[in-house]
């Protein structure tokens, strides 16, 4: 799974409150997970960025403590980045990444989250050129963060999820070949009828055009060819040597040609 991230601007974070330090990547080993502690107030959207800053803010930090926040939909959010020391769990802030999964109390995190989760940690080990230890924010301070669910995953070895495809679109139904219908008999050369334009798109599409000028609703010297081809080929149908007139049994068997039932 690639890794595409929202940047702090695009979700409209405060300007840093101080300075944070610069971390080299070398120094990077760790990589924890944390969650919210009791159920956030928003689970999905720019709104779980701007919440934990603004928790942060008030406990006098910088700004958000964590590196990346996550939220239910899989969603990326820059906190401190990849160059910026955390502020997530004392005495790991320089040598661990802290990425945080927008969920709380017994939630479980969505497989979108944890999709997105594993894949920034392949991008930190990518970056680093090393395999980083996992790791729970229980693992480095006393507390019950990451929470039962999170921090299970994270033991697990924090498997990537397979998040299922959206189905392909199904083809459309084969629409249904038009049903057969009886020739008027005022359908004659000649003559003008709508069912002449329907005899002219017969014609043509079993294969006896061109007919120059169609469609029309006349039965003139064009189609009067175009029927005395049918009837070359189809002679049984025919009344005379160069008939020109399409008969009820001809009207027929040249639907049937052109596909219909």
Not at 34 to 40: D, E, I, Q
Not at 47 to 55: M, Q, S, T, Y
Not at 142 to 167: F, I, N, Q, S
Request: hydrophobic share 35%.
């Amino acid at each position: 799974m690639s890794v595409s991230i929202v940047s702090r601007k695009s979700w409209g974070a405060k300007p840093w409150n101080g300075d944070p330090e610069d971390v080299p990547l070398s120094r990077r080993t760790e990589f924890f997970v944390h969650y919210h502690g009791g159920v956030p107030a928003h689970s999905t959207g720019v709104a779980v960025p701007r919440e934990v800053e603004k928790i942060h803010l008030g406990q006098g930090w910088a700004g958000t403590g964590y590196n990346f926040m996550v939220d239910q939909n899989g969603v990326i959010y820059e906190g401190r980045g990849w160059g910026l020391q955390g502020a997530h769990c004392p005495d790991h802030n320089v040598s661990g990444f802290g990425v945080y999964v927008a969920i709380g109390g017994d939630q479980k995190p969505s497989d979108k989250a944890l999709a997105s989760v594993r894949a920034l940690y392949d991008e930190a080990c990518k970056r680093t050129g090393r395999a980083l230890a996992k790791r729970g924010h229980k693992d480095g301070f006393a507390t019950a963060c990451p929470g039962v669910h999170l921090y299970a995953w994270v033991r697990d070895g924090m498997p990537a999820p397979k998040v299922a495809e959206p189905e392909k679109p199904k083809p459309p139904a084969p629409k249904p070949a038009p049903k057969i219908v009886a020739l008027n008999s005022a359908v004659k050369p000649g003559a003008r009828h709508a069912q002449v334009k329907e005899l002219q798109q017969l014609l043509i599409k079993a294969g006896y055009g061109p007919i120059k000028g169609a469609y029309t609703d006349f039965y003139g010297p064009e189609t009067q060819r175009a029927v005395a081809r049918f009837h070359d080929r189809n002679p049984k149908y025919r009344s005379g040597l160069h008939d020109p007139k399409i008969g009820p049994q001809g009207f027929i068997a040249l639907q049937k040609q052109a596909g219909r039932r």
